[in-house]
Protein backbone atom coordinates (compact mmCIF):
# COMPACT_ATOMS: atom_id res chain seq x y z
CA UNK A 1 0.00 0.00 0.00
CA UNK A 2 1.13 3.42 -0.96
CA UNK A 3 0.06 6.83 1.00
CA UNK A 4 1.28 10.64 1.50
CA UNK A 5 2.31 11.02 4.62
CA UNK A 6 2.25 14.66 5.61
CA UNK A 7 3.60 15.63 9.12
CA UNK A 8 2.57 19.36 10.50
CA UNK A 9 4.77 21.33 13.55
CA UNK A 10 6.47 19.45 16.16
CA UNK A 11 5.67 15.90 14.67
CA UNK A 12 7.56 17.20 11.67
CA UNK A 13 10.47 17.99 13.67
CA UNK A 14 10.28 14.71 15.64
CA UNK A 15 10.34 12.88 12.11
CA UNK A 16 12.66 15.31 10.49
CA UNK A 17 10.28 15.41 7.30
CA UNK A 18 6.93 17.06 6.00
CA UNK A 19 5.77 15.25 3.38
CA UNK A 20 6.89 11.76 2.14
CA UNK A 21 5.44 9.05 0.14
CA UNK A 22 5.12 5.62 2.30
CA UNK A 23 4.87 2.12 0.52
CA UNK A 24 4.48 -0.61 3.02
CA UNK A 25 1.81 -3.52 3.54
CA UNK A 26 1.85 -2.68 7.64
CA UNK A 27 -0.28 0.97 7.49
CA UNK A 28 -3.91 -0.89 7.21
CA UNK A 29 -5.27 1.33 9.62
CA UNK A 30 -4.36 4.79 10.63
CA UNK A 31 -3.11 3.72 14.03
CA UNK A 32 -0.11 2.06 12.47
CA UNK A 33 0.73 5.55 10.96
CA UNK A 34 1.87 6.30 14.94
CA UNK A 35 3.72 2.81 15.35
CA UNK A 36 5.31 3.95 12.09
CA UNK A 37 6.48 7.07 13.19
CA UNK A 38 8.03 5.75 16.78
CA UNK A 39 9.86 3.25 14.80
CA UNK A 40 11.51 6.80 13.39
CA UNK A 41 11.86 8.33 16.86
CA UNK A 42 10.96 6.71 20.23
CA UNK A 43 9.52 10.24 21.43
CA UNK A 44 6.73 10.00 19.21
CA UNK A 45 5.70 7.36 21.94
CA UNK A 46 5.53 10.02 24.22
CA UNK A 47 3.01 12.18 22.01
CA UNK A 48 0.99 9.57 20.13
CA UNK A 49 -2.09 10.21 23.01
CA UNK A 50 -2.26 13.95 22.10
CA UNK A 51 -1.48 13.48 17.86
CA UNK A 52 -4.42 13.44 15.96
CA UNK A 53 -5.04 11.42 12.52
CA UNK A 54 -6.84 13.32 9.27
CA UNK A 55 -7.24 10.87 6.05
CA UNK A 56 -8.20 12.83 2.84
CA UNK A 57 -8.90 15.61 4.82
CA UNK A 58 -10.75 14.52 7.37
CA UNK A 59 -10.02 13.14 10.93
CA UNK A 60 -10.16 9.87 11.35
CA UNK A 61 -9.92 7.46 14.59
CA UNK A 62 -7.24 4.94 15.02
CA UNK A 63 -9.15 1.94 13.85
CA UNK A 64 -9.91 3.52 9.95
CA UNK A 65 -9.18 1.30 6.99
CA UNK A 66 -6.49 2.81 4.76
CA UNK A 67 -6.46 2.78 1.15
CA UNK A 68 -3.72 2.95 -1.36
CA UNK A 69 -3.11 6.40 -2.18
CA UNK A 70 -4.83 8.15 0.83
CA UNK A 71 -3.18 11.08 2.29
CA UNK A 72 -2.76 10.66 5.61
CA UNK A 73 -2.09 13.97 8.33
CA UNK A 74 -0.46 13.74 11.22
CA UNK A 75 -1.84 17.00 13.52
CA UNK A 76 0.06 17.89 16.87
CA UNK A 77 -2.01 19.78 19.38
CA UNK A 78 -2.06 23.52 18.67
CA UNK A 79 -2.64 26.58 20.61
CA UNK A 80 -3.62 30.46 19.43
CA UNK A 81 -4.80 33.68 20.76
Same mark, same amino acid.
Given at each position: ????????? @? &? +??? +?????? $????????? &???? #?????? #?? %?????? &?????? +??? @? @???? %????????? $?? &?????? @???
Amino acid at each position: MKIKLLLFS @S &A +ADL +AGFREQ $EIERDDLKV &AGNI #LGYLTS #LN %TEFDKW &APYLRV +AVN @S @SYVD %TNHQLSDGD $EV &AVIPPV @SGG
